[in-house]
């Protein structure tokens, strides 16, 4: 089963615009991750923000979380065509902790 | 980083036969991987966690008789999916928890293997 909820589905951008996806969850966590997609291929971990923290930055990337409201949000700043793929947000993954991903978020970035 | 490899990237195979999947960590010993599958424009799915030595865990609704899963090393987790049927085509994926002493475990994911079943 999904623990989290992303949206929007697919989100087409112009290059240099930013990027905004959120992510909903379910239980209480410890921890919340973003991963990348390229179509096609493996996965690619972008960042992680713990229970505690409410923001986090790297690079062009910016993740916040609201546990009030089980919700998380990864911005990229100043898109390019290389961002296009598919982003999940995912919930546990230390120790024996199953991660679990989220519906996902097709990015297309528009050259 | 910590370099996972699936192999084959790309299987295609008749109805009926069995396909066995390899995730090996190259770089580090995984007492535990997981194998997920994802059906075209889906997310990723949990099938079951396979722990070296002993057997996989699997998820609700996930076959263990469909979905062989062996660890039979600290490097190396096979999944083989029996009698395959169409239905079975999918993107398999692996990933391998480095568990480091005092330090937090991180997953690495392999590339992913693309089976297609006529």
Known sequence: ???????????????????????????????LQWYRQNSGRGLVHLILIRSNEREKHSGRLRVTLDTSKKSS?????????ADTASYFC?????????????????????P | GA???QHPSWVICKSGTSVKIECRSLDFQA???????????QSLMLMATSNEGSKATYE???E??????????????????TSAHPEDSSFYICSALWAR?????ELFFGEGSRLTVL
């Open chain 2, 3 to 5: 370099v996972v490899s």
């Open chain 1, 1 to 31: 089963s999904q623990q989290g909820e992303e949206d929007p589905q697919a989100l087409s951008i112009q290059e240099g615009e930013n990027a905004t996806m959120n992510c909903s969850y379910k239980t209480s966590i410890n921890n």
């Open chain 2, 31 to 41: 007492t535990t991987m997981f194998w997920y599958r994802q059906f075209p424009k």
């Open chain 1, 73 to 81: 949000s990864l911005l990229i700043t100043a898109s390019r065509a």
């Open chain 2, 64 to 81: 263990k008789d469909k979905f062989l899963i062996n660890h039979a090393s600290l490097t190396l987790s096979t999944l083989t999916v």
């Open chain 1, 90 to 110: 995912a919930t546990g993954g230390f120790g024996n902790e199953k991660l679990t991903f989220g519906t996902g978020t097709r990015l297309t970035i528009i």
């Open chain 2, 60 to 62: 609700q609704g996930v």
């Open chain 2, 101 to 105: 002493r005092g330090r937090t475990g």
